[in-house]
């Protein structure tokens, strides 16, 4: 098998509506792969099956090559988890709260420490979750993931609502666990984040996946739509297609020295996904 997570054909409806109608994964150990889809798609359920927290209708998921409808609780720390549905105890401090996560996994005091230290909550340490910020809080949920020193993490949303800022600080940690050798699922809405983090992206609309593939990969297969950003003495831009057809007007700015940058602009992930779901992907 050789895969980290591996999916076969997973199909989930909640009633009438079918949320996932046959998604196939195959996630190597060690990478990055987000999970790319506007809200609704169904991100969190396909987490929430590959996790054992739901059954799917049919197919099957391996994680580390375990069927996640068997998943043992020792198998369960083998990887970490933050989503919504998993809060904090907010009037315990974030060492309490880790005290309590270290406990459920048999995990020495000492642990707690240093994985402060490694979110950087260090100096949180006796502030009760309830008081933190947002990213602080993304930083706590992360750190309860982390407890067990997990080979597979699952992060649904993690940087969702955050400023640039504490998003980005969430990448940093994200990508430190990269470098560890870790796996990553993550999910997200967000097509920059996609492309900063991820070494493979799915692209998933009304439970299908419609691509899939390194995000530099899927943006030069949609290449077609790389244009011609031409800035003009005026201050003004224009957007030509990247085709013979603009050769003339080019030709012609140039020659009247109205023209004073060109560059090419290659589509990005927002604008593969609007082209084939002829949805916004951001919400
Ligand atoms: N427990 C549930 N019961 C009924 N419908 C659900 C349940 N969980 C999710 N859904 C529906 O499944 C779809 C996908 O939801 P979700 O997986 O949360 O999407 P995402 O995480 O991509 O925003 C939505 O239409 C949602 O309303
Ligand atoms: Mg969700």
Redesign the pocket.
Known sequence: MGYSIMTDGITKS?GE?K?LDGIELKISGGEIFGLL?P???????LIKILTGQLRQDSGAAFIGGIDSRRLSGEDRRRFGITMDNFGVYERLSCYENLKVTAGIYGVGKAEIGKVLGKVGLSDAAKTPAGKLSKGMTVRLKLARAFMSDPDILFLDEPTSGLDPVSADGIHRLILSEKERGKTIFL?THTMAEAEKLCDNTALLNEGRIVEYGAPEAICRRYDHQRMLKIHLTDGTDIELPHSRNSAGTIAELIGSGRAETIHTTEPDLETVFMELTGKELSA
């Open positions: 909640f509506n949320v889809g809200s609704g798609a169904g991100k969190t359920t999910t």
